[in-house]
Every structure is written in structure tokens, then in C-alpha cells.
T-cell receptor, first 114, second 113 residues
């Protein structure tokens, strides 16, 4: 039962353009969502998060959008830079029922071409 | 300030053996969680410990166990290793048991042959 899904295994964009990474979830108890970035041979690094009471959160070049009715969230990176090339994981938690355990998606490999 | 440190970085074991993986959290962090990442998949939650008590357990068999010590470091033990246990094992620490402040270590790459 894959509760968090990232349907695009890979995404390739040109430097300076927008990168949009998508994530869908099925568990309606999820109330907090996070994006992590992972480089090879390193652990995941926290990027940005959003609570279910919001529909948008912005931090510099990174913006996360949440559509609760569609159970969908997306990460926008503008402008994309070659250093953004990494695997991006969407994660969710249900703080009220399951505490702070994270459920991750399968990841999307982002490649930003110079 | 040192981040989350895990040891060893790489490990090769034979089926049926047991393994112990170690994690030192960031100084002051009292919560430690363990995740398993199989190639091509996202990390899967195994355990969370907070103040030396188990606070959560994922859908893993009893061959997996963990503990947290008084200095908040943690061990993950896996008995009777199977080929399917080959994965990257990640440790994450935070100040309290809330995911917002999770910092992950670089992981231990376990290969079972």
C-alpha cells in the first residue's frame, strides 16, 4: 500500500527554467508534508514543509503547493540551477495518529542541464 | 557542530548473520529514528526512540530491534539476515519527536550476500 506516490521517476529541465515535482497521497490523516533532497552518498536533506492548514509555503527559490481536495502536492523550483540536480523525496506524516514517523514517496531524479 | 554520524559506512554480511548499526545524534537531540532505503525506493520507517523509549515501530519483522542509550546514541540490530535486507539504513535525529527538525545521517550501506 503505497500511501505517498511520486509518479515521475525522473525530470530533466534547463538551467534557469522552472522545475515542478509532483506528489500524490492517499491517506487523509496526513497533516504535514515535507520535501527532502538527496545527493548520492549523503542522507536526505530537509528542503521545505507545509502544514495541511495551508495551501502554499515559500522559501527562496522553493515553493510547495498543497491541494488537499486532490490529495496532491507539488514542489516548484525557480530558477533551476545545476546544483539542484538530485533525488527529491516527498514525505508525509500524520501527527495526530502516528506521531512523527515519515512516509516517503519513491523519489524523483531531477537533472538540471546547464 | 557534528551532524548525525553513522557507523560503519559500508558493511558486507552473509545470510543468516546478524548486524549492529550505530548512530550518534546531533548534540542535544533526544529523538532518533531509523529508516531503511532499498534501491529505487523511498526510505521506510523502522523505529523511533525518544528519551530512550520506543515511540514507534514500522512494519518490519521481529528480526529488527533497536535501543537508545543514556547519551541518546542508538543501535539498530538485525538478526538472521536475508538477501532482502540489503539496503541503505538511515538514522535521523531531532530535538523532540517532531519530524520538522529531522536531520539525517549519511547512512550505512548493508549488503547481504
Amino acid at each position: 500500500d503505497q500511501q505517498v506516490k511520486q509518479n515521475s521517476p525522473s525530470l530533466s529541465v534547463q538551467e534557469g527554467r522552472i522545475s515542478i515535482l509532483n506528489c500524490d497521497y492517499t491517506n487523509s490523516m496526513f497533516d504535514y508534508f515535507l520535501w527532502y533532497k538527496k545527493y548520492p552518498a549523503e542522507g536526505p536533506t530537509f528542503l521545505i514543509s507545509i502544514s495541511s492548514i495551508k495551501d502554499k509555503n515559500e522559501d527562496g527559490r522553493f515553493t510547495v503547493f498543497l491541494n488537499k481536495s486532490a490529495k496532491h502536492l507539488s514542489l516548484h523550483i525557480v530558477p533551476s540551477q545545476p546544483g539542484d540536480s538530485a533525488v527529491y523525496f516527498c514525505a508525509a506524516s500524520a501527527l495526530e495518529t502516528s506521531g512523527s514517523r515519515l512516509t516517503f514517496g519513491e523519489g524523483t531524479q531531477l537533472t538540471v542541464n546547464p | 557542530d557534528a551532524g548525525v554520524t553513522q557507523s560503519p559506512t559500508h558493511l558486507i554480511k552473509t545470510r543468516g548473520q546478524h548486524v549492529t548499526l550505530r548512530c550518534s545524534p546531533i548534540s542535544g537531540h533526544k529523538s532518533v529514528s531509523w529508516y531503511q532505503q532499498v534501491l529505487g525506493q523511498g526510505p521506510q520507517f523502522i523505529f523511533q526512540y525518544y528519551e530512550k523509549e520506543e515511540r514507534g515501530r514500522g512494519n518490519f519483522p521481529d528480526r529488527f530491534s533497536a535501543r537508545q542509550f543514556p547519551n541518546y546514541s542508538s543501535e539498530l540490530n538485525v538478526n538472521a539476515l536475508l538477501l532482502g535486507d540489503s539496503a541503505l539504513y538511515l538514522c535521523a535525529s531531532s530535538l523532540v519527536g517532531f519530524n520538522y527538525g529531522y536531520t539525517f545521517g549519511s547512512g550505512t550501506r548493508l549488503t547481504v550476500v
